[in-house]
């Protein structure tokens, strides 16, 4: 095992020293540009990793901190400019809420600590309930074996820490470069035979890489560049956040979830006094909620968590009959249900909305190119899963690869990014068809529909193993 891999280290280092020379005899050949090439030509790496967004920069992370990893080049490239993060009394308007895997990774690679310095919110409560019955379904703490249900965490603040630790990461392979906007992608064509990629930089620079890895989020010019199929459709819907303010101080973990007719409403808790909205409606709304003046947004707000919406009689009846079933039974019949805080106003200039669709990369590899994050799969944010399944797949990318180093396998082989693919698609796909059918069920008004799902919800909320089913499920 350790004569395979010395043999693969120094086929790796062997090949860096010679391709210097073989980049610029494919760009000659390719496209005659042969003193520009030689001119802005910056180096070949191992692995380069377009995007520096939270699950890019966290993939830079896991890589430098793995003993398996740690030698090979690295270099991530990101358009924006380095930010010089400050944390603020106010909150920034964009969350995310991350479960206890994203969590159990952060915590291995020391970012978690950097964020708990900073601030966080734990979830120990969750209730999720219909406009149009009366049936609810919540998770507690006790549900999840005593640990927290999840975390907000602002997005800024999130990839601050896990900047934070790659930066301070004593590993001098790992290379980050920042206002460096990538042009275009040459991937190689041949399949699996020591692949390069060509990777062009908008001012005229140029790098060389044997895996690159897509991390560029949801129109991701890598993915473009495999030429994979890619299942897309817009929701036609935006969600619409902004920093609440609440209308009374309280313990404040709890996250609530109402299903409207027109899409989910939620209010993600911040601290004892704030909360931050994720509110999916139709694009118009939207666009009207963010022009409305303070007080009528927040009397909208109120609305969409309070007001009585028509039920149906024979919905009603229904679900009462099986609620006094489940109670005769000794079973959680779903009456129990917690009111939600009433917002008393929204932090100044914190109300943004953005485009919410389904994504769905049918191919997350091709020869020496693999893709993670949103890059490969964009969800609804219903369920706060997009970036969870991004850190999955930086969690096991970086576990597979470092197997392959150990077994004397090329960083490109296709053993370990075809088990990549299919570990990944494994659980992603199912995750992301779980999400589409709760977004299908909950925006139709028809009451046969609505009849099932309500009593569907009130059976899960009953069934501890279900809710358990449920929540970890959601935790990986
Ligand atoms: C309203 C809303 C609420 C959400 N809530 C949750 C939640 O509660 N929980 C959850 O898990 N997820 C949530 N998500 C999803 C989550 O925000 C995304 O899954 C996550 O941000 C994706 O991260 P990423 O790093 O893959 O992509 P991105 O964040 O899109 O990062 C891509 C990076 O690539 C860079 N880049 C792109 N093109 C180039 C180029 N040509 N050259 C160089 N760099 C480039 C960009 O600058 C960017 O930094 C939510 C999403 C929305 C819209």
Not at 64 to 90: F, I, T
Not at 421 to 443: D, G, K
Not at 445 to 463: E, H, K, T, Y
Request: aromatic content about 8%; overall charge neutral; some cysteine.
């Amino acid at each position: 095992m350790l004569v395979n891999n010395v043999k693969s280290l120094l086929n790796r280092q062997l090949r860096c020293c010679i391709q210097t020379t073989s980049v610029r005899l494919l760009c000659t050949a390719e496209g005659g540009y042969t003193s520009q090439v030689k001119d802005t030509f910056r180096g070949n790496y191992d692995v380069i990793i377009a995007g520096g967004g939270m699950v890019g920069c966290t993939l830079a992370c896991a890589m430098a901190k793995n003993s398996l990893l740690s030698n090979l080049k690295v270099l991530l490239l990101e358009a924006s400019p380095k930010s010089d993060y400050q944390l603020k009394s106010e909150y920034s308007n964009r969350v995310v809420a991350l479960n206890q895997n994203t969590k159990a990774l952060m915590t291995s690679l020391n970012i978690w600590k950097h964020v708990e310095d900073m601030r966080l919110q734990p979830v120990r409560y969750m209730q999720v309930w219909d406009a149009s019955s009366d049936v609810m379904i919540s998770f507690s703490s006790a549900d999840m074996m005593d640990d927290d249900v999840a975390y907000i965490v602002e997005n800024d603040l999130m990839l601050h820490a896990i900047n934070k630790e790659l930066l301070s990461t004593d590993n001098e392979n790992t290379h980050i470069v920042y206002n460096a906007k990538i042009d275009s992608y040459q991937l190689p064509k041949e399949k699996y035979s020591s692949p390069q990629s060509i990777v062009k930089m908008a001012n005229g620079d140029t790098y060389t890489c044997q895996l690159l890895i897509g991390a560029d989020g949801a129109n991701s010019a890598v993915r473009k560049a495999m030429g994979v199929q890619y299942l897309t459709w817009s929701y036609e819907q935006m969600g619409v956040v902004a920093t609440l303010n609440l209308a009374e101080e309280c313990t404040n973990t709890t996250a609530w979830q109402r299903w409207l007719p027109t899409g989910p409403i939620a209010l993600l808790p911040l601290d004892s006094k704030r909360s931050s909205l994720v509110w999916s409606t139709w694009q118009d709304n939207a666009k009207q909620l963010l022009q409305l003046p303070e007080d009528q947004f927040v009397d909208a707000l109120n609305d969409a968590l309070w007001k009585q919406y028509p039920r149906s009689s024979s919905v009603e009846t229904c679900t009462s009959w099986l609620s006094s079933c489940l109670k005769q039974v000794g079973m959680a019949d779903g009456a129990a249900r917690q009111l939600p805080p009433s917002v008393s106003g929204v932090a100044a200039g914190s109300r943004a909305a953005f485009p919410l669709a389904f994504g769905h990369s049918t191919r997350y590899i091709a020869p020496g190119v693999a893709l993670i994050g949103d890059a490969a799969h964009r969800v609804h944010p219903l369920a706060g899963q997009g970036v969870n399944l991004g850190f999955g797949d930086v969690k096991d990318l970086t576990e597979l690869l470092a197997e392959a180093v150990y077994s004397g396998l090329d960083i490109t082989h296709p053993n370990w990014m075809e088990k990549y693919e299919s570990v990944r698609q494994r659980h992603n796909v199912p995750t992301q068809f779980m999400i589409e059918m709760l977004h299908r069920l909950y925006t139709v008004d028809f009451m046969p529909v609505v009849l099932a799902r309500s009593l569907g919800l009130q059976i899960a909320n009953a069934l501890q193993p279900i809710k358990k089913l449920i929540m970890s499920q959601a935790a990986t």
